[in-house]
């Protein structure tokens, strides 16, 4: 049975690095990995995406090992407008949509 | 450039009433999607297009029903609406999916929907 879990919530200080990580045993060779920044009231916003190794863009990296049966979302030194609902989403068979149940962070002073 | 739209943004229903969900997308994307959320299940897939008059079953598909008449268009239906239908509706759009693909999806704002 696909799976995609993840903490359900995280708290951090501002100027930290937080790392957020999902669990997806059932994940295939070609799924790939997703993951998205929820606002209250509002829909969920692409962070980053990958399928192996490491990916970095300009918010965030993901880290994704060999077995690729899990990754971690690194933000790097986080702010108080961080504080969101972050989303591990995992593509199984291409269509077969899978989100994690969400992640609550919450970035102190 | 609106992106993605929902309509309507809240709705009320009384047990076994019916309505449509309109989504509507102005970036030409292949892919639409219907999710429900529900606290503490994050977002499930309801159903799924992957092209003009083309519609697939997610995981929660019983009780609804979707049509994609129109490239930009994906309704989702509730013929008899139940309780157990209260959630938040979110509709997303992407340009592609499957391996090797840039595979973002684009969400609209959400619907809120009641059923007493």
């Known amino acids: 049975l696909a799976k995609t879990t993840q903490p359900i919530s995280m708290d951090s200080y501002e100027g930290q690095e937080v790392n957020i990580t999902c669990s997806h045993n059932?994940?295939?060779?070609?799924?790939?990995i997703t993951w998205y920044q929820q606002f209250p009231s509002q829909g969920p916003r692409f962070i980053i995406q990958?399928?192996?190794t490491k990916v970095t863009n300009e918010v965030a990296s993901l880290f994704i090992p060999a077995d690729r049966k899990s990754s971690t979302l690194s933000l790097p030194r986080v702010s108080l407008s961080d504080t969101a609902v972050y989303y591990c989403?995992?593509?199984?068979?291409?269509?077969?949509?899978?989100f994690g149940a969400g992640t609550r962070l919450t970035v102190k002073p | 450039n609106a992106g993605v739209t929902q309509t309507p943004k809240f709705r009320v229903l009384k047990t076994g009433q019916s309505m449509t969900l309109l989504c509507a997308q102005d970036?030409?994307?292949?892919?639409m999607y219907w999710y429900r959320q529900d606290p503490g299940m994050g977002l499930r897939l309801i159903h799924y297009?992957?092209?003009?008059?083309?519609?697939a079953k997610g995981e929660v598909p019983d009780g609804y029903n979707v049509s994609r008449l129109k490239k930009q268009n994906f309704l989702l239906g509730l013929e008899s609406a139940a309780p157990s239908q209260t959630s938040v509706y979110f509709c997303?759009?992407?340009?592609?999916?499957?391996?090797?693909?840039?595979?973002?999806?684009?969400f609209g704002p959400g619907t809120r929907l009641t059923v007493l």
């Open positions: 997303a759009s992407s340009y592609a999916t499957g391996a090797g693909s840039y595979n973002e999806q684009f």
């Open positions: 059932n994940i295939a060779t070609n799924d790939y």
């Open positions: 990958g399928y192996k």
């Open positions: 989403l995992v593509a199984y068979n291409n269509n077969d949509m899978r």
């Open positions: 970036m030409n994307h292949e892919y």
């Open positions: 297009s992957v092209g003009e008059g083309t519609t």
